[in-house]
């Protein structure tokens, strides 16, 4: 398929254990980004790649999350010692490089709904 | 630390009529603007954009409305449909690709 792509769909897990999220975004787009939605909440900003640079992990709620992003493609993100508040949907999405009065729309996956018990 | 405001969680509204969703931001740095839509189980798909330099942005039943001495943008959906029931998220960005999104406004549109 043309579109992001992210595994598994659901995902079910003890209190914790760690968890990874994969992220296959689409092909020639050398920005990638992680969000998460929690129950009732807004999109929150965890994690952006950009090309080679260093990734912006500015939103990672604590240390128990990294991200990392392999060959510029495809991301895994991981979660150590799950916590129940890290139950959310966590969404992937990725977009072309910024131009200059370019569009930079970002196109999502349909995401990964994390619950854990 | 809140940048991208929506702060009415959800709007009803009849079929036929005008939505109009509104969205704060509070970093005059942000010079692009866009807003997203999402269905249920869905990941948001891109609706409608705006850049700073303009103050209207037109595309079919949908209009976004920027007022940049206000930090505020509107989107406009006439006549609203049955089928524009979603969750809308407003998005803003800096020049670059890192994008922040306000919190949705879950839209209704009665039948």
């Known amino acids: 398929g043309a579109g992001v792509s992210q595994s598994p769909s659901n995902k079910v897990t003890e209190k914790g254990k760690d968890v990874e999220l994969r992220c296959d975004p689409i092909?020639?787009?050398?920005?990638l980004y992680w969000y998460r939605q929690s129950l009732g909440q807004g999109l929150e900003f965890l994690i952006y790649f950009q090309g080679n640079s260093a990734p912006d992990k500015s939103g990672l709620p604590s240390d128990r999350f990294s991200a990392e992003r392999t060959g510029g493609s495809v991301s895994t993100l991981t979660i150590q010692r799950t916590q129940q508040e890290d139950s959310a949907v966590y969404l992937c999405?990725?977009?072309?490089?910024?131009?200059?009065?370019?569009?930079?729309?970002?196109?999502f996956g349909p995401g990964t709904r994390l619950t854990v018990l | 630390d809140q940048q991208v405001k929506q702060n009415s969680p959800s709007l009803s509204v009849q079929e036929g009529r005008i939505s109009i969703l509104n969205c704060d931001y509070t970093n005059s740095m942000f010079d692009y603007f866009l807003w997203y839509k999402k269905y249920p189980a869905e990941g948001p798909t891109f609706l409608i954009s705006?850049?700073?330099?303009?103050d209207k942005n037109e595309d079919g039943r949908f209009t976004v409305f920027l007022n940049k001495s206000a930090k505020h943008l509107s989107l406009h959906i006439v006549p609203s449909q049955p089928g524009d029931s979603a969750v809308y998220f407003c998005a803003a960005t800096w020049g670059n690709n890192d994008m922040r999104f306000g919190a949705g406004t879950r839209l209704t549109v009665k039948p």
């Open positions: 092909s020639g787009h050398t920005a």
């Open positions: 999405a990725s977009s072309l490089l910024y131009r200059a009065g370019g569009v930079i729309e970002q196109f």
């Open positions: 705006i850049s700073s330099i303009k």
